[in-house]
């Protein structure tokens, strides 16, 4: 695992980790990706303070990995990168332009914009900045035991479930059972077809299921508990309801709204109500 900082006089200092992306620069927040909410939830983005209005957007784009930090260089501009490892002897500096991608070294990497900072008599001086890049091993946070006596402590509370045995539940088990049992490396979401058909075998009952606006109903439902308010897609009002329906059955095993031990309930209550009777 690396932690990468970035850092500079006059500069907010940022750390960022394995699996994670930063975009620095004048105004670098229009480059982060709105297409993809993983890649948008794991890049961020800091503004260069006292940028020369010369100075592109988006200068650079550091991104780590497990074992390695790449800086893609976006300035329209070339900067100087000096790289202190094994120092004085191995001291190197090259010179990076617009596209071009580089790995840095463990330790100290000092970026130099040419005149990319606005003084405060108006004329223009270096940019410096300096990005660390070290190897770090998590170590487990201890868990404190709160002070029960205290009315303030409370307990862990559980996280929120759907009702055992509605309409609801029945629904998604059936939109995250191909996420729940990993027998595609690809699962699609059912159809409405399929998510009556599996419910009425679960329950012998599927509330009226086979109407199309019923599952539909039901799924929004679902949708709200597993994303919340702000991210679920059906508010966002975008993208195809495949793909809506997709997202919703992958979140809701995620999440735990259902699980295999309920669906394994689920299997097995149709199992003892579909057992013919003795002597049949």
Do not use: K
Request: hydrophobic fraction near 40%.
């Amino acid at each position: 695992m690396l932690r990468v900082t970035l850092r500079g006089s006059g500069l907010p200092t940022v750390t960022v980790g394995s699996g994670e992306t930063l975009l620095f620069g004048r105004s670098p927040h229009a480059a982060i990706p709105d297409g993809d909410p993983d890649a948008a939830v794991r890049t961020s983005a800091l503004v260069l303070p006292r940028c020369a209005p010369h100075v592109s957007r988006l200068l650079g784009e550091l991104v780590v990995g497990d074992e390695i930090a790449r800086l893609r260089w976006h300035g329209a501009g070339e900067t100087q990168v000096s790289s202190l490892f094994d120092a004085p002897g191995g001291a190197r500096r090259v010179t990076v332009t617009e596209g071009m991608s580089l790995l840095l070294d463990e330790g100290e990497n000092q970026l130099a914009v040419m005149r990319g900072r606005r003084g405060a008599d108006g004329s223009f001086e270096d940019l410096t900045i300096v990005v660390d890049v070290e190897t770090s091993t998590p170590e487990a946070a201890p868990r404190t035991r709160p002070d029960l006596e205290d009315d303030d402590a409370g307990v862990t509370a559980p996280a929120p479930r759907l009702v055992p045995e509605t309409r609801e539940w029945f629904v998604a088990l059936a939109l995250a059972e191909p996420w729940l049992v990993g027998t595609d490396d690809y699962p699609r979401p059912p159809s409405n077809r399929e998510i009556y058909e599996r419910v009425l075998g679960w329950h012998g009952y599927a509330w009226n299921l086979q109407r199309a606006q019923r599952v539909d109903d039901a799924i929004r439902s679902i949708s709200a508990l597993a994303f919340g308010p702000r991210d679920d897609p059906f508010r966002a009002g975008a993208g195809r309801a495949q793909n809506v329906r997709f997202a919703v059955g992958r979140r809701t095993a995620e999440v735990r709204l259902v699980t295999t031990d309920d669906l394994d309930r689920a299997e097995r209550a149709a199992a003892r109500r579909n057992v013919p009777p003795a002597g049949a």
